[in-house]
């Protein structure tokens, strides 16, 4: 845990003296040189992690989806360095950042309790998908629209 915050620590000191493009071309270059080491995850995978919580069962299709969404079928630099399938971020310094993770199950964990949960206490009846443009999790106008062609690939 200390060898991911001083990580952590070290990426937003870069951010902050390089910028942030200067930091997207260093992730890509480190992304090249680590990619083919790396093992990523399934849909199928994350869909046994999504299992061991309490998700309704039509939902668990919407979050997997997103999970392939977020990572560009887990290829992401986001999911290959952070472990982080849902481009899940945090505010630090009054910049969001990305939560880094020592494992992608972590990251689902994250999602149920960051995300998921938030959807079970509403009060008002709302699909999950309003909930994640509401939420505003969805930021892009066409995101819904991507889930629902994802979750149809799927299910093929």
């Known amino acids: 845990m200390i060898k991911i915050k001083k990580m952590r620590d070290k990426i937003i000191k870069f951010i902050e003296i390089y910028g942030m493009w200067l930091f997207a071309l260093w992730m890509l270059f480190v992304m090249i040189l680590l990619v083919t080491n790396i093992k ?17 069962e039509e939902h668990k299709n919407i ?23 849902f481009g899940l971020t945090k505010r630090i310094d009054k910049k969001q950042v990305p939560q880094v993770f ?6 689902v964990k994250s999602y149920y309790y960051q995300i998921y949960l ?10 999950y998908y309003a909930f994640l443009v509401d939420l505003p ?9 991507k889930l629902k ?3 149809k690939k799927c299910q093929k």
């Not at 979050?63 to 290959?80: D, M, N, P, R």
């Not at 999790?137 to 995101?143: C, E, L, R, S, T």
């Open 118 to 127: 938030k959807y079970t206490k509403l009060e008002e009846d709302k699909t």
């Open 63 to 85: 979050i997997v989806a997103q999970s392939i969404l977020e990572t560009g079928w887990y290829k992401s630099l986001w999911c290959k360095n952070f472990e982080n399938i």
């Open 149 to 151: 062609k994802i979750e």
């Open 40 to 56: 990523s995850q399934t849909s199928k995978e994350v869909r046994l992690e999504l299992n061991k919580y309490k998700i309704a």
């Open 102 to 107: 020592t494992d992608w199950k972590h990251s």
């Open 137 to 145: 999790y969805a930021m892009d106008p066409g995101y819904i629209d």
